[in-house]
């Protein structure tokens, strides 16, 4: 696998074949990892991180796991491939903008990714498409037992795994799911939902994660403190408790739209999907928020001539290291635009009338 690979070919959390998949995007379950005997990265030399990457990824051929992964020196990446790893949720903003050895192993499947060095001097994700986060965590769980067959973490007995960051002290598991909520923006309950959310301690993020907005109306879910409660605790109450209740809100949501605004719904699903058919040019930005419009139109079955997956994968392919990487060129923002809708056009322009 090389880089021109990975941004033409289609995410497989981005599938939409998990449980739930017209509301949950994706699901992912995340475990942080330090190793005992080295500082945190605040304090590492440079000689420090270029052991601990050494040692992590022997760990990981070790146990087998690094035979078919895609291995990415980040330190040594050109600027336009790391930001393509941060579109693909492959590694955090942080990951790629910081300095010193790192590096990430992908699976074969980008289901999951091992980066190493970022905040922690291990991160062991694992995504799926929808609800999955059981399977998810089962992946984790695994791979993290057997890299602690081959190294030491740091661990105290009463507080559990040490982490960088105290919230992440305990289990150092970080759960979120990736959620598409266009119905609640566009009744007004939206903030009232997500104010729901951190009342209960919960994290609410945007597209990239910390520090960014929910462009697209696609919203990050996840927990906020992993100390004193177990995975396993963690995960049932996403799964059983939080999630489903976000979902029956919006659910609730499009069916109220339908019921009450369906041609003002209509109007706004079809000006999205007129615009994005027709557009010469269109931001990152405002390509997103049509998408969102667009899926939620196929979701209530408004637009019968384009599936989900198709609305995903250009969630992906617009944003501007895919554009770039697609095209085999470097962009400015005004050609990014140009080419852009042209790709855009392409991939809807299929000869038919929607509805």
Same mark, same amino acid.
């Given at each position: 696998?090389?880089?021109?690979?990975?941004?033409?070919?289609?995410?497989?959390w981005?599938?939409?074949?998990g449980?739930?998949?017209?509301?949950?995007?994706?699901?992912?379950?995340?475990?942080?990892?330090?190793?005992?005997?080295?500082?945190?990265?605040?304090?590492a030399?440079?000689s #420090?991180?270029?052991q601990?990457?050494?040692?992590?990824w022997n760990?990981?051929?070790e146990a087998?796991?690094?035979?078919?992964?895609?291995?990415?020196?980040?330190e040594?990446?050109?600027? &336009?491939? =790391? %930001?393509l790893l941060?579109?693909?949720?492959?590694?955090?903003? #942080? +990951?790629?903008?910081?300095?010193?050895?790192?590096?990430?192993?992908?699976?074969?499947a980008?289901?999951?990714?091992l980066?190493?060095?970022?905040?922690? +001097?291990?991160?062991i994700?694992?995504?799926?498409?929808?609800?999955?986060?059981? /399977?998810?965590?089962?992946?984790?769980?695994g791979?993290?037992?057997a890299?602690?067959?081959?190294?030491?973490?740091? @661990? +105290?007995?009463?507080?559990? @795994? &040490?982490?960088?960051?105290p919230? !992440?002290?305990?289990?150092?598991?970080?759960?979120?799911?990736?959620?598409?909520?266009p119905?609640?923006?566009?009744?007004?309950?939206?903030?009232?939902?997500?104010r729901?959310?951190?009342?209960?301690?919960?994290a609410?993020?945007?597209?990239?994660? /910390?520090?960014?907005?929910?462009?697209?109306?696609l919203y990050?879910?996840? !927990? #906020?403190?992993?100390?004193?409660?177990?995975?396993?605790?963690?995960?049932h109450d996403?799964?059983?408790?939080?999630?489903?209740?976000?979902?029956? @809100?919006?659910?609730?949501?499009?069916?109220? &739209?339908?019921?009450d605004?369906?041609?003002?719904?209509?109007?706004?699903?079809?000006?999205? @999907?007129?615009?994005?058919?027709h557009a010469?040019t269109?931001?990152?930005?405002?390509?997103?928020?049509?998408?969102?419009?667009?899926?939620?139109?196929?979701?209530?079955?408004?637009?019968?001539?384009?599936?989900? %997956?198709?609305?995903?994968d250009?969630?992906?392919?617009?944003?501007?290291?895919?554009?770039?990487? &697609?095209?085999?060129?470097?962009?400015?923002?005004?050609q990014r635009s140009?080419?852009?809708a042209?790709?855009?056009?392409? =991939?809807?322009g299929?000869? +038919?009338n929607?509805?």
């Amino acid at each position: 696998m090389n880089f021109d690979d990975l941004a033409r070919r289609p995410s497989a959390w981005l599938s939409c074949q998990g449980p739930l998949g017209e509301v949950v995007i994706s699901s992912r379950v995340r475990l942080a990892r330090n190793l005992a005997g080295f500082p945190f990265l605040t304090r590492a030399t440079d000689s #420090q991180r270029c052991q601990i990457q050494r040692l992590v990824w022997n760990a990981l051929v070790e146990a087998g796991q690094g035979v078919d992964a895609f291995y990415v020196d980040i330190e040594q990446a050109h600027e &336009l491939d =790391r %930001q393509l790893l941060v579109e693909r949720h492959l590694i955090s903003r #942080q +990951h790629a903008a910081s300095k010193g050895s790192r590096g990430v192993a992908v699976g074969a499947a980008e289901t999951m990714a091992l980066m190493i060095n970022e905040e922690d +001097h291990i991160r062991i994700q694992a995504l799926r498409s929808g609800l999955q986060l059981d /399977e998810v965590w089962k992946v984790v769980s695994g791979l993290d037992a057997a890299l602690e067959q081959r190294i030491e973490y740091a @661990y +105290h007995p009463r507080f559990g @795994y &040490l982490t960088a960051c105290p919230t !992440n002290v305990g289990t150092g598991l970080r759960v979120s799911v990736r959620l598409h909520l266009p119905a609640l923006k566009l009744t007004g309950e939206i903030e009232r939902v997500l104010r729901a959310t951190r009342d209960t301690r919960l994290a609410v993020r945007g597209l990239f994660g /910390e520090g960014t907005e929910a462009t697209g109306d696609l919203y990050q879910v996840s !927990n #906020q403190t992993t100390l004193g409660k177990s995975e396993e605790e963690i995960i049932h109450d996403f799964r059983h408790l939080v999630v489903p209740s976000i979902i029956d @809100y919006e659910t609730h949501a499009r069916k109220v &739209l339908v019921r009450d605004k369906a041609a003002a719904l209509d109007d706004k699903i079809f000006r999205a @999907y007129g615009l994005l058919g027709h557009a010469r040019t269109i931001s990152s930005e405002e390509t997103l928020g049509l998408l969102s419009h667009v899926r939620m139109g196929i979701s209530l079955g408004r637009i019968k001539d384009i599936d989900l %997956q198709t609305v995903n994968d250009l969630f992906l392919q617009t944003q501007p290291a895919h554009l770039q990487k &697609l095209r085999g060129a470097l962009l400015d923002g005004e050609q990014r635009s140009i080419v852009r809708a042209e790709l855009i056009r392409r =991939r809807l322009g299929n000869g +038919h009338n929607p509805g």
